[in-house]
């Protein structure tokens, strides 16, 4: 259904956005009220390179980033957590990284403000992509929000073509960001371009509905829209349906399961983690709904900690707080 090319030295490379966050210490409180600030690296690719990394599997990055001290930054806690910089480009022409302020007004209200003129990520060129990078991988990220100006796009369908020419498989986040895009017809066509080549497509189901903005079909239920890509050639699609639990879709089954209880800390960050602990789970070959499951883990433990790369987990902390929360609640509720 599914093969990675276990002869590949490289398991994944996450391409697109790299920025800088900082979350507020002052914690429930409206961002004009907070005054302290940790810096973390942030960016959901980034994040999903850093969480897949925590897990031990061997990570690639292709991006870029400004010339001064926060790309340094960045490329220096890449290779602090083991993530080859080869393909992280630096920008020439004085592009600086996205700064992202989070607020954390309560444990279910959180906000972004972002930074994101004359950005760094998105000056990511074709002839930053390596091919070689590529065909020794078994698999690359694309992130939405890399589709979203060129000459990131372009960037982006490169290494689309190099995957596909390769046997590298291709998951496709959608990643959702408003800032940048031009119009919702501007957003189907890229997103159902990326969404025909791809393997595996992880994305929320209002995500799916801009995926599908132009054709306007009429069944968007979980099961309709699975299947409308499912027959355009991916093998796993996962709608994400946030406290609601996530689905998994392939052509012969489906599987679902419900989010672990947890104390929140803050709304956001959990999306990262889900994807990097699901896919794990499918680069180990592991059953999907045991993937779905420690996606799931994963993403509860991040949204009660206050940073997202800083505070991916590793394998064993995963696999412990599922102990935890099942002997505490019960199984999961899921079925396949």
Same mark, same amino acid.
């Given at each position: 259904?599914?093969? =990675? %090319?276990?002869?590949?030295?490289? @398991? $994944?490379?996450?391409?697109?956005?790299?920025?800088?966050?900082?979350?507020?210490?002052?914690?429930?409180?409206?961002?004009?009220?907070?005054? +302290? =600030?940790?810096?973390?690296?942030?960016? !959901?690719?980034?994040?999903?390179?850093?969480?897949?990394?925590?897990?031990?599997?061997?990570?690639? &990055?292709?991006?870029?980033?400004?010339?001064?001290? =926060?790309?340094?930054?960045?490329?220096?806690?890449?290779?602090?957590?083991?993530?080859?910089? +080869?393909?992280?480009?630096?920008?020439?022409?004085?592009?600086?990284?996205?700064?992202?302020?989070?607020?954390?007004?309560?444990?279910?209200?959180?906000?972004?403000?972002?930074?994101?003129?004359?950005?760094?990520?998105?000056?990511?060129?074709?002839?930053?992509?390596?091919?070689?990078?590529?065909? %020794?991988?078994?698999?690359?990220?694309?992130?939405?929000?890399?589709? !979203?100006?060129?000459?990131?796009?372009?960037?982006?369908?490169?290494? $689309?073509?190099?995957?596909?020419?390769?046997?590298?498989?291709?998951?496709? @986040?959608?990643?959702?960001?408003?800032?940048?895009?031009?119009?919702?017809?501007?957003?189907?066509?890229? /997103? !159902?371009?990326?969404?025909? =080549?791809?393997?595996?497509?992880?994305?929320?189901?209002?995500?799916?509905?801009?995926?599908?903005?132009?054709?306007?079909?009429?069944?968007?239920?979980?099961?309709?829209?699975?299947?409308?890509?499912? @027959?355009?050639?991916?093998?796993?699609?996962?709608?994400?349906?946030?406290?609601?639990?996530?689905?998994? /879709?392939? +052509?012969?089954?489906?599987?679902?399961?419900?989010? &672990?209880?947890?104390?929140?800390?803050?709304?956001?960050?959990?999306? @990262?983690?889900?994807?990097?602990?699901?896919? /794990?789970?499918?680069?180990?070959?592991?059953?999907?709904?045991?993937?779905?499951?420690?996606?799931?883990?994963?993403?509860?433990?991040?949204?009660?900690?206050?940073?997202?790369?800083?505070?991916?987990?590793?394998?064993?902390?995963?696999?412990? &707080?599922?102990?935890?929360?099942?002997?505490?609640?019960?199984?999961?509720?899921?079925?396949?």
């Amino acid at each position: 259904m599914l093969k =990675f %090319n276990l002869d590949r030295p490289m @398991d $994944i490379i996450p391409i697109g956005r790299v920025a800088i966050d900082f979350n507020p210490t002052d914690i429930h409180k409206p961002l004009d009220e907070s005054k +302290n =600030f940790n810096k973390y690296v942030g960016g !959901s690719p980034a994040n999903i390179a850093v969480g897949l990394s925590r897990l031990g599997k061997k990570v690639g &990055f292709i991006g870029k980033v400004s010339d001064d001290s =926060f790309g340094k930054y960045v490329v220096d806690y890449f290779k602090e957590n083991n993530i080859d910089t +080869n393909g992280v480009a630096t920008c020439t022409n004085g592009e600086s990284l996205g700064l992202t302020f989070t607020e954390i007004k309560s444990p279910t209200e959180s906000s972004i403000l972002m930074y994101r003129n004359g950005i760094a990520d998105l000056m990511l060129e074709p002839s930053d992509v390596s091919e070689e990078y590529i065909k %020794n991988s078994k698999a690359i990220v694309i992130s939405g929000t890399a589709l !979203s100006a060129s000459p990131s796009r372009e960037a982006c369908f490169t290494a $689309i073509e190099y995957a596909k020419k390769h046997g590298t498989v291709i998951i496709f @986040d959608i990643d959702y960001r408003g800032y940048t895009w031009k119009s919702k017809e501007e957003i189907a066509i890229y /997103y !159902s371009l990326v969404g025909r =080549f791809s393997d595996i497509i992880i994305g929320s189901l209002e995500e799916f509905e801009l995926m599908e903005g132009i054709a306007n079909f009429e069944d968007r239920t979980d099961e309709g829209i699975s299947k409308r890509w499912l @027959d355009n050639g991916n093998k796993i699609v996962i709608i994400k349906h946030g406290k609601d639990g996530s689905s998994a /879709y392939t +052509n012969n089954s489906s599987y679902s399961i419900k989010p &672990f209880p947890v104390k929140l800390l803050k709304s956001f960050g959990g999306g @990262d983690a889900y994807a990097s602990a699901l896919i /794990y789970g499918l680069l180990e070959g592991w059953d999907i709904l045991d993937s779905l499951e420690f996606g799931s883990a994963s993403a509860a433990m991040l949204v009660a900690s206050h940073s997202c790369s800083e505070d991916m987990p590793t394998v064993d902390e995963i696999k412990e &707080f599922i102990s935890q929360k099942k002997e505490e609640f019960g199984e999961m509720v899921a079925k396949g």
